[in-house]
């Protein structure tokens, strides 16, 4: 079996690395010469966001999934029937457009901020403080913005975008959800997020996250809740926001392999990736029980420093035990750009975490240009 993936980033990379275990082929689409998953996966180069060339790639594959959300969905309308396509390219389209998404989970009844459209951006300065979101295009921390005060205007997009309520949050979450074509589910442990103030995406991650038990028998609920509402195939990162007083929100869904998921290759039982093989192949689902406690952070592109990565602090991290270096492979790094990830494994959540602080003063990744 052939599996084409659209996309030849890091998840296509993962994914594949799970596929070739079980001696399945794997083929991408991806612009960018020599991308992540070329060094794994036989790699077509060509844009992900033409039809002509989705059609092209699509004839060499019996099953086609993808790696990014932001992809040329009409031409895969055409093709449904004629070729497995996992996500469905109706899921796709929900998950493209943020308004959408919100509307939908709405309309199912599932708590979400409250939102409207911004038909008349002059009128931001009435409505703060807000969460302001791109319709289209966001991505890892790019199309949201939080806007407080008058003060923080400046940071105002000026795509079309939508405005949801303001929340005092405790923690946000996230809930990896597995749903095959017969229906059958499985649910990963909870994990708590927390954000790169800066660069407004994952910094690190806690699994188990430190909730009660009773908050994550209820997240778990709600996540397979989002998905059933969707009738889904494949695999979905449901992000939660808990707020103060106790409350789930779903914030957004991901109808992929996700950053917060990234811990399940050493820490779970199957990981996510190894997951969605089994989905897109047709394979029983594998157990999402996790093995022991575990931190994953991202290997972020240090500010100032581009071009040609450099790694700092490579021997010293990779002396402690339990400790696992992710290199993706990419030829050019920037600020906040992801470069990697480090999943550590401990006996508890707080032995983890001592020994993943340690691992992020001295693992950093720099370029040959500093500006």
Not at 143 to 149: A, N, Y
Not at 158 to 179: G, N, Q
Not at 296 to 302: A, I, R, S, Y
């Amino acid at each position: 079996m052939v599996i084409g993936i659209l996309g030849g980033g890091q998840l296509a990379k993962m994914f594949a690395q799970a596929a070739q275990r079980m001696s399945f082929r794997v083929k991408v689409l991806d612009p960018t010469p020599e991308c992540p998953a070329s060094a794994v996966a036989e790699q077509m180069i060509g844009s992900f966001k033409d039809p002509e060339t989705i059609f092209k790639f699509a004839q060499g594959c019996h099953v086609l999934t993808l790696d990014i959300e932001h992809v040329e969905v009409e031409i895969l309308y055409e093709l449904e029937g004629k070729i497995k396509i996992i996500p469905s390219p109706r899921i796709i389209s929900l998950i493209q457009n943020k308004l959408m998404q919100r509307e939908f989970l709405a309309k199912a009844n599932l708590p979400t901020p409250s939102f409207k459209k911004l038909k008349d951006p002059s009128q931001l300065p009435l409505l703060l403080p807000v969460v302001q979101k791109a319709i289209h295009g966001g991505y890892d921390g790019r199309g949201t913005v939080i806007l407080k005060s008058k003060e923080d205007l400046f940071k105002a997009l000026t795509v079309p975008s939508f405005v949801e309520e303001y929340l005092e949050l405790a923690k946000e979450l996230s809930v990896i959800v597995v749903r095959n074509e017969e229906g059958q589910t499985v649910v990963y442990e909870v994990s708590e997020m927390v954000f790169h103030e800066e660069g407004n995406l994952l910094d690190y991650l806690i699994c188990p996250a430190r909730i009660e038990k009773s908050l994550e028998k209820e997240a778990k609920e709600l996540a397979l809740e989002v998905v059933r509402a969707l009738q889904g195939v494949g695999i979905f990162a449901i992000e939660l926001f808990l707020d103060r007083n106790g409350k789930l929100y779903v914030n957004e869904i991901a109808p992929r392999p996700h950053n917060s998921g990234h811990h399940t290759i050493e820490a779970c039982y199957t990981s996510q990736f190894e997951q969605y093989v089994r989905v897109v192949t047709g394979l029983p689902l594998g157990s999402a029980a996790l093995r022991c406690p575990a931190v994953m952070f991202n290997l972020l592109g240090e500010e100032g420093y581009f071009g040609k990565p450099l790694y700092e602090g490579l021997p010293e991290a990779l002396s402690l035990p339990g400790v696992y270096v992710h290199i993706y492979g990419k030829k050019e790094t920037f600020p906040f750009r992801k470069m990697g990830h480090v999943v550590v494994l401990g006996q508890s959540i707080e032995e983890a975490l001592d020994k993943a602080f340690k691992i992020k003063k001295v693992l950093k990744v720099k370029g040959e240009l500093k500006k």
